[in-house]
C-alpha cells in the first residue's frame, strides 16, 4: 500500500506558474511510475504527465507538452510537477498516482494507488 498526498495547489493568475508536490509514504517509493493527472469540472480525468521509477522516462500529454515538467527525488518520496504559462484551462484538481508500470501508461485504470488532490485556479 502506498499513501500519496498533493500539495503546492492554490489560485495563479494566466502566465504564472506553481509547483506541485506529491509525497508518498509506506512502500519503496522508487519502485513505482508515477504520473500527475487532473481532473475539471464536468471532465474526464485526464493525463498529464509520468515518469519512470528511476526517473529516467518522462512522458506529457499534449496539454502539458513545453510548459509542464516532471521530476521525481526519490530520497525524499516526492515527485513534483512543475507548471509554468499556466492558462485558464489548466484549471482542475490536479492528483498524482502511483503504478507498477514503466510510467509511459496514460489511463486512469494502469495506476493503482491515488492521491486526494490539489486544487488549482488559474484567473484570467
Known amino acids: 500500500q502506498v499513501q500519496l498526498e498533493e500539495s503546492g495547489g492554490g489560485l495563479v493568475q494566466t502566465g504564472g506558474s506553481l509547483r506541485l508536490s506529491c509525497a508518498a509514504s509506506?512502500?519503496?517509493?522508487?519502485?513505482?511510475?508515477m504520473a500527475w493527472f487532473r481532473q475539471a469540472p464536468g471532465k474526464e480525468r485526464e493525463f498529464v504527465a509520468s515518469?519512470?521509477?528511476?526517473?529516467?522516462?518522462?512522458y506529457f500529454g499534449d496539454s502539458a507538452k513545453y510548459r509542464f515538467t516532471v521530476s521525481r527525488d526519490n530520497t525524499k518520496n516526492t515527485v513534483y510537477l512543475q507548471m509554468n504559462s499556466l492558462n485558464v484551462e489548466d484549471t482542475a484538481v490536479y492528483y498524482c498516482?502511483?503504478?507498477?508500470?514503466?510510467?509511459?501508461?496514460?489511463?486512469?485504470?494502469?495506476?493503482?494507488?491515488w492521491g486526494q488532490g490539489t486544487q488549482v485556479i488559474v484567473s484570467s
Open positions: 498516482a502511483a503504478g507498477y508500470g514503466s510510467g509511459v501508461e496514460r489511463e486512469t485504470s494502469e495506476y493503482d494507488y
Open positions: 515518469i519512470s521509477f528511476s526517473g529516467e522516462y518522462t
Open positions: 509506506g512502500r519503496t517509493f522508487s519502485n513505482y511510475a
